[in-house]
């Protein structure tokens, strides 16, 4: 929500304090509907939606309480103001027990309201966000914390999204260390499979002769050593995902098998002649071209279009520089807490040595790195020495020859680092200094993941 486009109903039956209301919220840009009816208003607030209700108390048809009471019913997001000339202490407390946002006695000044107004709606915006992170988070954490805000990490979410609300098969392809079961996870856990098992097994770890097994179980005597019945991961997938993982490594023989159970939904145990039934989601995932694998006839072209109804491409890290400072400070809270360091934050030349890192090894290598550092320093903050990277030509490129946007953040942020240096940590003091307004230089921080600290 724009805070300069928001949309306020006002209702107030007092028709010169009913412009002075409607001429000052025009003024701030505000999209402002007035009326001087009570059951005109719970009309509009049944069939629109507003940012923001202000309502008088004393309305000739209905009263402003039930209509605030009506709105918080049928709109959460809408904030609500009433105007009363009962301003005793146990009536406000009772219109804030009922879900009211705010209230104002009269007579009252019309500068006092407008700042209501535009702290409210800041409010509203601020819970709609935090609600909105809430379910990305019951779903994104659980699966294994998806970190990204570049725009492909963006629209690799917006598939899982997409994918989660069905049962397709997902092929999920990227580069060594990309996070590609971390994806696999986010579409399970935010599926209706969510209560099921998730497994994942490494095609590639397994010999060949203990695979299809592996996969499909087999029967007492089957093969020799086979001493009892036992179930593969398939069938104990049961009503959950199955992750094959380098699924380009499966022998012809077992992609053979696999074909078959993606195409009846049964599976036949090794050394059984009798098949079972399954309900199993499929996501596989590998870090080669698959298309060339078919094109070179390891890979079966037929069960390569039963596995690939969805690709999800995740793409390397050193594409998306722009989600390394987030990922990098995920890691430094998880294992300064691990390790019991005291350490909140990386120096600018810290974080620009690992923004211009290539990370053939991903998000993997990131962390690998990380947790190194945290092991060597002798500082609550990460420096350039402590990071197990060589120094190149690249950590003594000037900020022009790096892409503007990443240049600008860059000295956006080592600018506010200094800015809190110079003025002792104090957030208001250091926004004075640099000619900010507080809320703008707090925001900053907040964007380049600046923690202040608080001892």
Not at 137 to 149: E, F, T
Not at 232 to 251: H, N, Y
Not at 424 to 449: D, P, T, V, Y
Request: net charge neutral.
């Amino acid at each position: 929500m724009n805070l300069r486009t928001a949309k306020i109903l006002i209702i107030e039956d007092n028709e010169t304090l009913l412009e002075n209301l409607e001429y000052l919220l025009r003024a701030e840009k505000y999209e402002v509907t007035s009326l001087m009816s009570g059951a005109a208003g719970l009309k509009l607030v049944e069939s629109n939606v507003y940012d923001l209700v202000v309502s008088d108390f004393r309305l000739p048809d209905v009263t402003g309480d039930v209509i605030l009471k009506r709105i918080r019913a049928i709109s959460p997001y809408t904030a609500t103001i009433l105007i009363t000339a009962y301003g005793n202490v146990d009536h406000a407390v009772e219109l804030l027990r009922h879900g009211i946002d705010d209230y104002i006695t009269k007579p009252f000044e019309l500068k006092d309201l407008a700042y209501r107004i535009e702290r409210l709606l800041e409010q509203q915006k601020l819970r709609r966000r935090v609600d909105t992170l809430q379910k990305q988070l019951q779903h994104v954490n659980v699966a294994g914390s998806i970190i990204g805000q570049s725009h492909l990490m963006q629209q690799v979410l917006r598939q899982v999204a997409m994918v989660a609300s069905t049962d397709v098969p997902v092929i999920v392809e990227g580069e060594s260390g990309v996070g590609k079961e971390l994806v696999a996870r986010a579409i399970h856990f935010s599926s209706a499979r969510r209560q099921h098992p998730f497994l994942p097994v490494n095609c590639g770890a397994l010999p060949d002769s203990l695979l299809e097994s592996e996969l499909f179980g087999h029967v007492r005597g089957a093969f020799t050593g086979a001493d009892r019945h036992a179930i593969g991961l398939i069938e104990a997938a049961s009503g959950g995902t199955l992750f094959l993982d380098e699924v380009t490594e499966l022998t012809l023989s077992t992609q053979v098998k696999l074909l078959r159970t993606l195409q009846e939904n049964e599976i036949r145990r090794v050394g059984s002649t009798h098949p079972q039934k399954i309900d199993v989601r499929f996501i596989a995932a590998t870090n080669q071209n698959i298309e060339d694998r078919v094109a070179s006839g390891d890979f079966r072209e037929d069960l390569y279009y039963r596995l690939n109804v969805v690709k999800i491409i995740v793409p390397p890290l050193q594409d998306r520089p722009e989600d390394i400072p987030p990922l990098a400070l995920h890691f430094l809270q998880k294992y300064s807490q691990k390790f019991n360091k005291a350490v909140r934050d990386f120096s600018p030349a810290a974080m620009q040595a690992l923004i211009r890192h290539e990370w053939r090894g991903n998000v993997r290598e990131l962390e690998n790195v990380i947790q190194k550092a945290l092991l060597v320093t002798q500082t609550s903050t990460i420096q350039r020495v402590d990071l197990d990277l060589p120094h190149s030509q690249n950590d003594r490129k000037p900020a022009g020859f790096l892409p503007y946007q990443q240049a600008k953040a860059e000295f956006e942020r080592d600018y506010l680092i200094r800015a809190l240096q110079e003025s002792n940590g104090n957030a208001r003091e250091a926004a004075r200094r640099s000619g900010m307004h507080w809320k703008n230089f707090w925001q900053k921080l907040q964007k380049h993941h600046i923690q202040l600290q608080t001892s």
